[in-house]
């Protein structure tokens, strides 16, 4: 029986669906209506202007990449040796360094946060530890402005041997 319903309910829809089209097409075929006159008339519509929807709100462009690019490491580097990582981005721009070794994240002294220069250079110089286990080691530099929440990190490789 659900069958039967609902194929009679698609036939009727159809049905429907035929003489509206039909009388839709009969209306527009009079002779004394142009081609056009069922279109509805756009020329009375006013026009919404709604400035709260449309409108962007203005910002000055600046220059959001911190192009931060690492320029240097000492790498070979001996044990109980002074390391110094160099690194350029833009002027006033917080810096921090993490060196990762074998045995965590180093905390030796000269790896504190530091603000890049006038001319956006950045170093530390640190002591790798007489205990460090020789191999390739990552060293990760985050730059980041203030007020900004944006930052960004390179990282490179350096050997102790």
Known sequence: MGCFKSTLVRKLACIVSILVLSSFALSCSSADESPQSWAPNLD?????????VNEVPSQPVTNTSLDLSITGV??????????TLTAKTQP???CNITVYYKSGPSSASGLDSKVADSTGNVSWTW?????????????VVTASLSGKTESESKSVYFTVR
């Open 74 to 83: 000492t790498s070979p580097v001996s044990k109980g040796a002074y390391a």
């Open 127 to 139: 002591k790798v530890g007489t205990n460090t286990t020789p191999g390739s080691w990552r060293i």
């Open 44 to 52: 009375n519509i006013e026009s919404q202007n709604d400035s709260s």
């Open 92 to 94: 006033g721009a917080l």
